[in-house]
């Protein structure tokens, strides 16, 4: 490693929130290249790796965030993933593999790609690589209130397909319908009146599922009563912001014909082929606009919690009231996950798309 250094959030333990401190500086090895960080955002999967439950450290310390928008050293502005242990996105530097990465067009500013990244990388995989979805066909976006989830929406509604938004903010339910969706499910109700209303809206082509959980469930027994045995639905669990368990009944397979596929990292979605994904960014493509604000970059003595970090000028942050001092990043509620414990809502960025 670098004797030179850098500032990071960095992560010492499982469980515990990243401090900000100096880090060695990266150096890229053969085949790589470093990164001067722009933007990097807090999402749900840097929680779970905080958390050691998904994509958690081999071993620490170790930088948090799993990607980010920054510079290669010709100029190149680039979104890149998975930067090489034991660096991350937040940080004023990292290093990751060459090809990890997909242009930033012009149009995009750094906080936006940056937020966009996960959860469209996410919903470009399930609803096109994955999912397969085409115009005519039906989906379910099981947590379509949320950052991935809205992006899922759009994402599926631009490609011609009838669009069921679920999740348990109604307001948020209200503004996906008045840009496009056509019909949205409140999932906050009791199990049967919740498979009686996703029932109502079927049958379905494809489920891009970010809750698991009680809504899955009654997905589940939906499924069985609406869903044509000769009509293949394709549920692909993309998430578990409902928790990590759920019961699955043996009817529900053997009724309806469901391909049950998990999506993480990895999979049939290579970065060549998700550099498609990237017109996405555009904010001309796609209008979208972030509930976000900007702060300056926190010193170490005045760390803020739930915080999105800009690395290098300034930190981008969703209007998530301040809840005090302490560590950065501190505080936040991964499902089921250690640091949620505390009831804190978890920090996002919300996108408004015009659907
Ligand atoms: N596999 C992948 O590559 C990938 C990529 C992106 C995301 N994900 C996963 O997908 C999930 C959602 O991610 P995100 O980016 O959309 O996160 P987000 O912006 O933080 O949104 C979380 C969503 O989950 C909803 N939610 C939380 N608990 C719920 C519950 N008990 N019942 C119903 N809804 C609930 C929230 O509703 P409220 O707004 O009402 O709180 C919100 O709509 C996470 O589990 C994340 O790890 C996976």
């Not at 496009?180 to 919740?194: K, T, Y």
């Not at 978890?346 to 015009?354: Q, Y």
Request: hydrophobic residues 40%; glycine residues 12%; proline residues 8%.
């Amino acid at each position: 490693m670098s004797t030179q250094q850098i500032h990071a959030a960095v992560l010492h333990r499982v469980g515990r929130a990243p401090r900000y401190e100096a880090f060695p500086a990266p150096e890229a090895g053969a085949g790589e290249a470093v990164v001067t960080v722009a933007a990097a955002a807090l999402k749900p999967s840097d929680r779970l790796m905080a958390d050691g439950v998904h994509y958690a450290p081999a071993s620490f310390p170790h930088v948090a965030g799993l990607d980010g928008v920054g510079r290669l050293e010709d100029g190149t502005r680039v979104a890149f993933f998975a930067p090489r242990a034991p660096y991350g996105g937040m940080a004023e530097r990292t290093v990751v593999r060459e090809g990890m990465w997909l242009p930033v067009p012009e149009g995009a500013d750094d906080v936006t790609a940056a937020a966009l990244l996960n959860p469209g990388m996410a919903a470009w995989k399930t609803v096109v690589a994955e999912g397969g979805l085409s115009a005519g066909q039906t989906v379910l976006v099981l947590g379509a209130t949320g950052a991935s989830g809205r992006v899922a929406a759009h994402v599926a509604k631009r490609r011609g397909a009838r669009v069921v938004a679920a999740g348990r903010d109604r307001r948020v339910l209200d503004e996906l319908v008045a840009r496009g969706a056509d019909a949205a499910i409140g999932v906050d109700r009791p199990h049967g009146e919740l498979a009686d209303a996703i029932a109502a809206e079927g049958p379905y082509d494809l489920v891009v599922d970010y809750l698991w959980s009680p809504p899955a469930e009654a997905l589940f027994d939906a499924l069985m009563r609406v869903n044509d045995p000769a009509r293949p639905i394709r549920h692909i669990l993309v998430g578990m912001a409902a928790g990590e368990n759920a019961t699955l009944p043996a009817m529900t397979l053997r009724k309806a014909p469901v391909h049950l596929v998990g999506s993480g990292r990895g999979g049939r979605a290579s970065s060549r082929r998700a550099r498609r994904l990237s017109p996405t960014f555009s904010t001309r493509r796609s209008r979208a606009s972030w509930s976000s604000t900007w702060r300056p970059f926190r010193s170490p003595a005045s760390p803020r919690r739930g915080r999105a970090r800009r690395a290098t000028a300034g930190s981008c942050s969703s209007r998530e009231p301040p809840s005090g001092g302490g560590p950065a990043v501190r505080g936040y509620g991964g499902p089921g996950g250690r640091l949620g414990r505390g009831g804190q809502r978890p920090l996002s960025m919300r996108p408004e798309i015009s659907l």
